[in-house]
């Protein structure tokens, strides 16, 4: 009896797998106005498609409670966000998310001619993950004004692999009390610092990077 539920059980698990497949969608974005849009309205599996251009946004993009999203550039896709005290992309409480090809940045500031050190008034991060778990950044550009290139808090299982990540005025990378963290081929130029940790990381590992530029130091976290 015990083995007839279990095959029973098996065939229904696989059969609402293959349903909740059936329902995944590609969904093509040409305009900024529809990228909030699709992330709030999309299903779990589903690949929202930024076709080439600038996308010009007021306000950052919010990846929040979401599960088996992908967002992905086609072509020579830029994000850039009007806000200096917003992420460009901030993702929360979610669960296997992929951003792919992005450029993304925030429009240039106006220069605060009393800071040396940083001259542009901005205080949002380029990404930042949060209470997160499987988020990967891949072949993506995270250009500063952004204080933190990918700011990532109470996550683990990150994967930022083949990113040109440069010029953001404290951090390419921040970690704050993360675990199974993986930063992998990416190319981390002229930022402040490489790395800046906060609170207890564990099994986090730099690898196959290359470093020019960065002002206190170019070595290997």
């Known amino acids: 009896m015990n083995k007839i539920y279990l095959i029973i059980l098996g065939m229904i698990l696989i059969n609402l797998i293959n349903i909740s497949s059936l329902y995944s969608r590609t969904i093509n974005i040409t305009s900024a106005q529809e990228i909030q849009k ?27 409670y979401k599960e088996d ?16 005290e917003d992420a460009v992309i901030e993702i929360t409480k979610s669960s296997n998310i992929y951003v792919i090809n992005i450029r993304a940045s925030h429009k240039e500031p106006v220069k605060d001619p009393s800071t040396q ?40 299982k990150v994967l930022v692999n083949k990113c040109y990540i440069h010029n953001n005025s404290h951090a390419a990378i921040k970690l704050s009390n993360t675990k199974n963290i993986n930063i992998s081929q990416n190319r981390i130029e002229n930022n402040k610092t490489v790395l800046n940790k906060e609170l207890s990381n564990t099994n986090y590992s730099f690898s196959e990077n290359t470093y020019k530029g960065n002002k206190l130091g170019n070595e290997n976290p």
């Open 117 to 156: 050190d940083s001259p542009y008034v901005c205080t949002g991060h380029v990404i930042t993950i949060e209470e997160s778990k499987n988020v990967n950044i891949l072949n993506c550009e995270l250009n500063g004004c952004g204080t933190v290139g990918v700011a990532i808090y109470s996550s683990k």
């Open 38 to 64: 699709a992330i709030d309205k999309s299903q779990k599996g589903d690949v929202l498609l930024l076709k080439s251009g600038v996308y010009s946004v007021k306000y950052g993009l919010s990846i929040a």
């Open 69 to 84: 999203l992908t967002i992905k550039g086609v072509g020579n896709v830029q994000i850039l966000l009007d806000d200096p």
